[in-house]
């Protein structure tokens, strides 16, 4: 049996995802209590600042680099997963999904703070993320390297031929449409993006982002309407499956914390070292602001968007009936709802948010490409690669390539962790005097003195 082979086997998966999952709580929990709680503390500035107008022309608005990362965060997995979570572990991981969201806004505050402390210009935009704080705050480059390595291949192509895939099923399944038409449409769509640069990449998902959103929230909110009456019983049966003696004793609480927290820390990337690509790419006048829209980012996604199926699936009863899971569960939830149309409504809700993705997962992979390896031929290379992904993805079975996925997330994830702990006194320098200028009553400025090394963006402003 060879290395890679053994490490995604399924014994070593499960290994795998309780180590990772023990990291990213431990050290959610540390920058919580060092940073004051700062997801609690700084919540309504969270809102405030995603609309701040962009400093300058260079770089984008803190509204588009949220828009990117909210692309590439929200997949398919919020309205799959989240039936898989619940189908499996009850509803009491909802609770718990909850729960890790709001601990992992700590981590992506301090993840995206250090992108934009470590940014660099790149002509009119500015780029950054892990690799690039790896080599300008600790000289790391050969880690760097690595790290974009394995955010390339996870992100640029196996997530995107996974999103592809699964479009391409949904819509086979509810249009009848052929797989290669479906995937040869996609090729189409995302080459017209990507070859665009990241202008037009923003100009998608600020487009993209918002009509999801309001789409399948406005959906969410009808259901919750219509079951207006449900609600209290609902809610209290998350937390009575959360914290309940009978799960406690037959194990289903174990359950609903596992699948609850493995929801959310996969849904939401905080502490994985995506976003912060994302969020480099921002002009702002202070690195914290950064820090904390994507912070908002976490919430977003998790309490909100991945609330939205949840509430859509209990509010249906028919999630421990034990005869579908995933997004059988899901249509057959949204079915009880709003009747026969449910597959079509669920067919759109998943090309919006696998295609969003797809785009936002590209870029990622761009940003890391430019890490590597500035000459025009590496990009060319990469987007063409990546457009033979997503038709793959749309052909084939992907199954195999999710283990490869959870191998290289979980590198990715042990790796920027111990760099961001490493780093973790430049970010809570970074809150304090955001927090004591905004006491002031100013608009944070960040200057960065001669002992802050490789901040060179900061010192030239």
Request: proline fraction near 2%; charged fraction near 15%; hydrophobic fraction near 55%.
């Amino acid at each position: 049996m060879g290395v890679v082979e053994w490490l995604v086997g399924p014994a070593n998966d499960f290994i795998w995802t309780y180590i990772l999952i023990g990291l990213l709580l431990l050290i959610g929990l540390y920058f919580t209590i060092r940073t004051k709680f700062v997801q609690f503390r700084l919540f309504g500035e969270m809102f405030r600042l995603i609309f701040e107008k962009r400093e300058g022309n260079r770089g984008v608005s803190a509204f588009q680099a949220f828009t990117i990362s909210a692309a590439s965060r929200v997949g398919t997995g919020n309205v799959t997963g989240v039936a898989l979570a619940i189908g499996i572990g009850g509803p009491g991981a909802v609770f718990w999904m909850w729960v890790i969201a709001i601990i992992g806004m700590a981590t992506a505050f301090i993840e995206s703070a250090l992108a934009q402390v470590y940014k660099v210009r790149d002509g009119d935009t500015f780029r950054g993320g892990p690799a690039y704080y790896m080599e300008k705050a600790l000289g790391l480059r050969k880690l760097g390297i690595v790290f974009a390595i394995l955010l390339t291949m996870c992100f640029g192509f196996i997530f995107n031929s996974v999103q592809s895939n699964t479009i391409s099923q949904s819509f086979h399944d509810v249009f009848n449409l052929p797989y290669w038409v479906v995937g040869l449409l996609l090729v189409i769509l995302t080459a017209i993006i990507i070859f665009g640069g990241v202008q037009r990449i923003v100009k998608v998902t600020q487009a993209i982002v918002p009509i999801m959103a309001v789409f399948y929230l406005l959906i969410a909110l009808y259901v919750v309407a219509s079951n207006i009456t449900e609600v209290p019983a609902m809610i209290a049966l998350i937390f009575e499956h959360a914290f309940g003696i009978k799960e406690m004793a037959g194990g289903g609480i174990g359950a609903a914390m596992m699948q609850g927290i493995r929801r959310g820390l996969f849904s939401n990337e905080a502490g994985m070292g995506s976003v912060p690509n994302a969020a480099a790419t921002a002009s702002a006048t202070h690195p914290a602001k950064q820090g904390l829209v994507q912070s908002l980012g976490v919430f977003f996604d998790t309490i909100i968007i991945c609330s939205a199926t949840a509430f859509i699936i209990l509010l249906a009863g028919l999630y421990d009936k034990g005869e579908e899971s995933g997004i059988l569960l899901t249509q057959s939830s949204m079915a009880v709802h709003v009747g026969s149309w449910a597959p079509y409504f669920v067919a759109i809700a998943i090309m919006f948010f696998a295609f969003s993705s797809i785009v936002g997962n590209y870029y990622y992979g761009e940003t890391n490409i430019e890490f590597i390896n500035t000459h025009k031929s590496w990009m060319t290379a990469y987007r063409i690669a990546v457009l033979g992904m997503v038709m793959f993805g749309a052909l084939a079975k992907v199954d195999i390539v999710w283990s490869m996925a959870d191998l290289f997330m979980g590198l990715m994830a042990i790796i920027n962790l111990l760099v961001i702990l490493a780093l973790g006194k430049v970010a809570f320098r970074v809150l304090d005097d955001y927090t004591k200028q905004r006491k002031q009553g100013k608009n944070p400025v960040f200057k960065a003195d001669s002992s802050l090394k490789g901040a060179d963006c900061w010192r030239e402003e």
